[in-house]
């Protein structure tokens, strides 16, 4: 069988459905971020094990998810408003109870729903996550938007979550990527004072060609314009109809106010006004 781990911090709009889609695991551990709403006794009701911590960044709360005793050397980590398929279910049993594979993490492409509708091209798809692991084989880097290293061989899987990125309504959104958007400048400064690895940006590699374009996009001007334009004609986010339009101006902004956070962060390390 597998574990699941679920991270939260006032997810009770969202738990529900996310718990109810990972019912058949009979080991689900909820490491809450003292929520000040009902998570941790949606969590209790649906009989998972909880375990609570002060939040100071992504990485260090995701190292510490980890390390909780589970009951299965597989463990399945969807986020709080993340939908388990039952064909990714009956997938990942498939893979884990396989002696033959060598894997030791699989990554899992999702469907953002927006709107009611996927949006398919707008949000890049596929991206692939990291969702199904064995915990001693894993660990991250970069505090904000992690990118996973993987001790051992690594796979994909075929199926699909479903991601409700807005359920609990767009001030919330909005909200996170406020949030988001400073951490990310700091790591863009960072990434900056080295070169671009040219190398990585066409690699064969998903996740190493997606960061790299990432690193590379922090050094283009008109960046939130650029990205606009990008997910909109380029990736083909005018068939997502208008919920891919809003939601490609609300992705475009975020970018953007990256950029100007970024602009923010260098004028005051050399003691300029805002």
Known sequence: MISVLIITYNEERNLPACLESVKWSDDIVVFDSFSTDR???IAKQYGARVYQRTFDNERSQREASIRVPFKYPWVYNPDGDEVT?????????TVVNDPNRKEVAYRVRFKLMFMNRWIKYSSIYPTWVVRLFRPEKL???RDINLRYLIDGAEGKLKEHFLHYSFHKGIPAWWDKHNRYSTAEAHEAIRSMENPIEWSTIFSSDHAKRRAAMKDFSFRLPWRGTLILYYLLFVRGG????PAGWNYCRMRAYYEFLISVKIKELRRREQGLTI
């Open 85 to 93: 398929t039952p064909e990714l279910r009956d997938e990942m049993k």
């Open 238 to 241: 005018v068939l997502d109809g």
């Open 139 to 141: 660990s991250f880097e």
């Open 39 to 41: 998570t941790v006794e």
